[in-house]
């Protein structure tokens, strides 16, 4: 995340309110997201948690190809980020799964 933040720093200064916030919204909010769920009282409350991490996760991913797009990110670096996202996006998926499975029906 804290090569993202870095790397809007080069986005135009008219996108400071606009994409660069949203996209750096965005990111912070994956890893706020699973700590904040992790310390709830109960694993539904966790998985809603980790849920709402996966949405901040295709956010970012629609702003890095929209960033992409715009030509504010090279298409080698857009890339790297987009398989970054997958990579996490499985991996909290899978977390997410393994934490509804502790729910009791």
Avoid: W
């Amino acid at each position: 995340m804290l090569h993202l933040y870095r790397t809007t720093l080069g986005f135009p200064v008219s996108e400071k309110f606009a994409l660069t916030s949203q996209l750096r919204r965005a990111a912070f909010s994956v890893p706020a997201n699973i700590a904040e769920g992790s310390r709830r009282i109960n694993a539904r409350e966790y998985a809603r948690f980790l849920n709402i991490a996966e949405g901040s996760l295709s956010e970012m991913e629609y702003f890095i190809v929209l960033s992409r797009d715009l030509k504010y990110l090279t298409p080698a670096v857009a890339a790297q980020y987009l398989r970054e996202i997958t990579e996490v996006t499985k991996m909290l998926c899978a977390l997410r799964k393994s934490v509804q499975a502790d729910i009791p029906s």
